[in-house]
């Protein structure tokens, strides 16, 4: 296996990792340079014993919006020239963004 493919996997894990993690286990210390701060002996310590995998936890409730900046690990990605929305993501650390394989394949993003 190769290690771009090892790396993929453990970015993979580490999403779900903390979605099962109780929100106070990670803190954003600057939304605007994404400076996030995640600790993963602390998300151990403090891992949500009720969440269920593939059960879905209602954010928005009767199509109410969210404040700004309420869910500051999700990220939208847009493309620049045609100014559109082309899909979502999550902050996994500062610097990286993990997203669907398709949203980078242009001949599989239709």
């Not at 969440?51 to 936890?57: E, T």
Request: hydrophobic share 45%; charged share 15%.
């Amino acid at each position: 296996m190769s290690s771009q493919a090892i790396w993929w996997m453990l970015a993979v894990m580490a999403v779900a990792l903390i979605s099962c993690v109780s929100p106070a286990a990670l803190s954003v210390q600057n939304f605007g340079e994404m400076d996030v701060d995640l600790d993963v002996e602390s998300e151990r310590a403090q891992f949500n014993s009720t969440c269920k995998c593939g059960k879905k936890f209602t954010r928005i409730v009767g199509g109410t919006e969210t404040q700004v900046n309420a869910y500051p690990w999700q990220a939208a990605l847009f493309d620049k020239d045609t100014n559109s929305f082309v899909c979502g993501g999550s902050l996994i650390t500062n610097q990286h963004i993990l997203t669907a394989a398709h949203c980078f394949a242009p001949e599989v993003r239709t």
